[in-house]
């Protein structure tokens, strides 16, 4: 069966989506939002509601990064299931790592999976639309910042960040 490869939204139509069901949200909250949900509906619905209601009111400040819910759990674990091992730790591994250094998570990898990683491990999350290379840089988008299926149940920030370090 050929697959079908969706979109998300455009910025207009992520606009309406969040407004239509989050109507009042502060300016900043927003944005933000929009910005870690990059049209993708299901982030735009649940991003949302992992938040507390003092930070969706303005009255306490967002965190660092945003919290999850089972839901995307959920969907990003089905999208990584069928990826190679050595793709989901480096996968597990850029997302833990806020520099985005592509030699540093190259390498942090290799230490995790044990073994020397080529760059076309990384191609098959690529392909799925987990991650993105751009030269020496790798980028993790944020509503894929869930880790259900991975190596530990790592999420943003988790131990693994020792091996990054270099």
């Given amino acids: 069966m050929p697959g079908l490869r969706l979109e998300g939204l455009a910025d207009q139509a992520a606009r309406e989506l969040l407004d239509e069901r989050f109507p009042g949200l502060p300016s900043a909250v927003r944005e933000r939002l929009l910005a870690e949900a990059e049209g993708n509906p299901l982030a735009l619905l649940e991003l949302p509601t992992a938040l507390s209601s003092g930070v969706r009111a303005g009255e306490a400040a967002l965190p660092a990064n945003l919290p999850v819910t089972a839901r995307l759990e959920q ?4 999208r990584t299931a069928d990826l190679p091992p050595v793709t989901r ?3 597990l591994v850029a997302a833990a790592d806020d520099s985005g250094v ?7 990898g290799g230490v ?11 191609d098959p999350a690529v392909g799925a639309d987990l991650i993105q290379v ?3 840089v790798v980028r993790v988008p944020s509503s894929a910042g869930a880790f259900g299926g991975l190596p530990g149940g790592h999420r943003r920030g988790a131990p693994c960040r020792a091996y990054i370090a270099g």
Avoid at 75 to 78: D, E, N, S, T, V
Avoid at 102 to 108: G, P, Q, S
Avoid at 112 to 122: C, I, Q, S, T, W
């Fill in 75 to 78: 969907a990003f674990a089905a």
């Fill in 89 to 91: 730790v480096l996968l």
């Fill in 102 to 108: 592509l030699r540093e998570i190259m390498a942090a």
């Fill in 112 to 122: 995790m999976a044990g073994v020397l990683l080529a760059m076309n491990d990384l």
């Fill in 134 to 136: 751009d030269g020496s």
